[in-house]
């Protein structure tokens, strides 16, 4: 594995809406996993995190009720109780070395142990209950060579590379690069041939699949 | 930087009563935060649609973690305002939203450090702050808009477009230029 950092990022608005605390948890996870792996855009949300500190403590103040204060001194000596890691010991290297936080610990134990669901020839799908909606989040595991599915969906796709490299006709996609797709797009994306190709993807609406393996698949998808 | 620092403002002492806090549990340094932080708090959680019982349980539980957590504040990554606007604003999407607010961890060795030109890069300072707040100050109101609608309406830019009428590449290339804007003047590049 390369340090490169990433080529393709998250859109603007998208780092905009996480700093803001409005994006789902689904993207949320998404965009926190590739700012573990991307220092620009780690860089990008701790300046917006600086905005929103700063348009806060611009506000007037409200008045807090008259013992609130009083209230929050007598919990200082509390002790607070202690957050329990029980899944940490759960998680084999490979998975430490190709999921970085958060979405390591939404997974919650090793890749190898996960009730993977065959797509057709070469692909896995892991769906994942992130958060409820119209949002679909899952992992989606390739073989070198494979294509992916071709999505022509209404909503937004977002799939951030987490091991390997896929292709379409916008580029080539490698680990901690985000691809976004909308309705417009109607890609055809195939993984490099020399090694299996792993991503994290969120969508966003609802969702049609098209052409070869999209009709295969779509008997399979929740909608 | 060749400016001149500005004088010592009040956002300066911020960092250093957080520090008192962390050093040696300094009772008097939290009043002092608390008095300027959580009635600020309190609008912010006010701006995004909490009751006002809910607002001052969720100001009264971010300041306790103030308290449990300074320590880990560190000032060259963020000013004391940000710092504590990220908690409160996580124990808002915990306790208003029930969701998760996933964050990366800066110690998973999976995580890919800066690079080496950007690693003793600084990300805030009080100059930093200053030059900062006079880009908030400067980005036309379109801009300025729009921005303030995410952080206090808890919108989306396809519900600011929705909700605005305006068409939706027109948002984006907004918040894209207000983000730009505030890049530049942020980083010395202007
Ligand atoms: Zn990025």
Known sequence: MTDTTPVFHLEPEVLLAYSAGSLDEANSVLTATHLALCPRCRHEVARLDAVGGILTTQLAPTALASDALTAVLARLDEVPSPVEDKVAAAIDDETRHWVPEPLRH?????????????????????????????VRASLIRTGGGAALPAHSHDGVETTLVLRGAFRDDSGRYA??????ATSADDH???????????????????????????????????? | MEQPSPPETAAACHEDLL?????????????????????????????????????????????????????????RQAGAGTWIFTITRNKR??????????????NDPALIPNRPEDADQTVWSTQIEARMRVAIDNLPPEQSDLIRRAYFEELS??????????????????????????????????
């Open chain 2, 93 to 106: 999407i915990d306790r208003l939203r029930r969701e998760r607010r996933p964050e990366y961890d800066p």
């Open chain 2, 157 to 190: 830019h396809r519900e600011i477009a929705e909700r605005s009428g305006l068409p939706l590449g027109t948002v984006k290339s907004r918040i894209r230029l207000a983000m730009q804007r505030l890049r530049e003047r942020i980083d010395g590049l202007d």
């Open chain 1, 188 to 223: 055809r994306p195939v993984a490099d041939p020399d090694d299996e190709c792993l991503c994290f993807s969120v969508i966003d609406g609802s969702l049609r699949l098209t052409g070869r393996f999209g009709r295969l698949l779509n008997p399979f998808i929740r909608i």
């Open chain 1, 175 to 180: 680990r901690g690069d985000v691809s976004t």
């Open chain 1, 106 to 134: 939404y997974i919650g134990t090793s890749l190898s142990a996960l009730p993977w669901k065959r797509r057709g020839f070469a692909i896995h799908e892991l769906p994942l209950s992130l958060g409820a909606g119209s």
């Open chain 2, 19 to 75: 520090e008192a806090i962390a050093i040696r549990g300094d009772r008097a340094a939290f009043a002092e935060l608390f008095g300027h932080f959580a009635p600020r708090l309190k609008s912010y959680l006010l701006r995004l649609g909490a009751d006002a019982a809910t607002a001052e349980e969720v100001v009264q539980e971010s300041m306790l973690t103030v308290w449990r957590k300074a320590a880990s504040f560190d000032r």
